[in-house]
């Protein structure tokens, strides 16, 4: 006995495979200009900071006789002359100081008050937490005079330890409410439980639940130490003292007070130096924030 095919049916197959041949060769396309926009993206990135580093290493004469060749030499005195003569040392001591020392404290002091209002529930909890996001949306620069003043009154103006005050304040709001989130979507039968084997509030705090947040807090952390690392606006505004110049001013004067006889070797060395901290920070606490993205998304 013969079987006969049915017209529909294979009409209906040709379709389908049809259809999902121009799918692949759709999804192929995709990924094809993808890759290639990454491609563009990643040159348009890196290759200025290759260059950096690559003119670092030249002399003044090579770089401006020839700006895109490989220097004919490793010029090590240009570091040299970054480090201490243009005072990036100082500098750089001054900005590991002043960005260190409001990291430990405002990740300390953001990480209490965002579990204290994400977990307990009293008077002005809210208040507060809108006061938060008030001050994240609030511009830095209507702030500078009133700042100005504060630091006046107190004795701190043109002091590191006024700059790294002001730091604190600057970072607080955004790391409260980015913490905020993380420690309220923890749950409350993990902390009940600390309680039930005799751990106190402070216990439980840094002991459980810290802990359990530590992608999100290593997140805010590596997002502060950017944003504090890079800030060139307050520190302009209330440290004005040449002594207590954190990299973001020395790097401003080194590059104008010479104008035209300026070292230039020693300018990109100095931009090296300033850089390579960022860069050495993100790669070793990558995978913390990439892990914090990722368990945000499948919140």
């Known amino acids: 006995m013969n079987t006969v095919t049915s017209p529909v049916g294979s009409a209906s197959e040709e379709s389908t495979e049809l259809r999902q041949q121009t799918t692949s060769s759709g999804e192929k396309a995709f990924l094809g200009i993808t890759h290639a926009v990454l491609v563009l993206w990643s040159v348009i990135v890196i290759g200025p900071m290759l260059w950096t580093l690559v003119t670092s290493f030249k002399t003044t004469r090579e770089i401006f006789s020839s ?71 609030f511009p830095i620069f209507l702030a500078i005079v009133p700042l100005f003043f504060t630091l006046k009154n107190l004795g701190l103006l043109n002091t590191l330890p006024g700059l790294t005050l002001t730091y604190v304040a600057f970072a607080l709001p955004f790391t409260v409410f980015f913490l905020f989130a993380f ?58 003292n040449v002594d207590n110049y954190v990299l973001s001013q020395g790097m401003a004067a080194f ?24 860069l050495v920070v993100y790669i070793i606490f990558q995978r913390q924030l990439q892990g914090s993205v990722s368990q945000g998304t499948m919140k």
Not at 203 to 214: D, E, G, K, N
Not at 260 to 278: E, H, M, N, Q, R
Request: charged content about 5%.
């Open 67 to 137: 700006p895109f060749s490989l220097p004919q030499g490793l010029h090590l005195q240009n570091y040299v002359n970054a480090w201490t003569t243009a005072g990036i040392g100082n500098y750089f001591f001054n900005t590991v100081l002043v960005v260190g020392s409001a990291l430990v404290i405002v990740m300390v002091l953001g990480s209490m008050c965002a579990y204290g209002l994400a977990r307990f529930q009293f008077p002005g909890s809210k208040v507060i937490y809108y006061l938060m996001l008030a001050g994240l949306t």
């Open 183 to 240: 420690f309220k979507a923890l749950p409350y039968e993990i902390s009940e439980a600390a309680y039930l084997d005799g751990a106190g509030e402070w216990a439980t705090f840094f002991l459980v639940m810290l802990p359990m947040a530590r992608n999100g807090f290593a997140s805010v952390a590596i997002f502060n130490f950017l944003g504090l690392w890079n800030q060139f606006l307050i520190p302009v505004a209330i440290n004005t």
């Open 255 to 278: 590059a104008s007070q010479a104008g035209y006889a300026v070292d230039f070797g020693a300018l990109f060395a100095a931009v090296v130096i300033t850089v390579t901290p960022v």
